[in-house]
């Protein structure tokens, strides 16, 4: 079965084409299944994307990696290993090494503006 995200990116995606193809056909319902999923979608994570967005499955997985992080973040209740989640899903940690210039299968890494090791 397709992922929720990337069933609705594309479902998004192609939506105003269905539309144009379909429309001489009168009185036709919506997707079913697109509602069902919709629906699914809005019990677990509240209301949709909606807008030009929506065709992105990256908007589509948000909902659910914060959920997942959420959810992680409550079960961990080693300080060590919740430090280290927290360490590792932290936006910044990831934009500085990147900015950076730096991989994590490249080593150490010194960022070119300051002296601290990355």
Known sequence: MLALPAFFAS????????NEILSDCAGLPDDPLV??????????FGA?????????QA???RSGIV?????????????????????A????????VVDAGCSK??????HQQSTRLL
Do not use: M, N
Request: charged fraction near 15%.
């Open 59 to 61: 908007v589509w997985d």
């Open 67 to 87: 959920a997942i992080k959420d959810e992680l973040q409550t079960v961990l209740t080693d300080p060590r290993l919740k430090a280290s989640f927290l360490a």
């Open 35 to 44: 509602d069902s999923y919709t629906a699914t979608w809005s019990t677990s």
């Open 48 to 56: 949709p994307p909606v807008g030009p967005a929506s065709h992105k």
């Open 89 to 96: 899903t932290a936006p910044q940690v990831h934009q500085t």
């Open 105 to 110: 299968d490249a080593g150490p890494c010194f």
């Open 11 to 18: 479902a998004a995606g192609t939506s105003l084409l269905q």
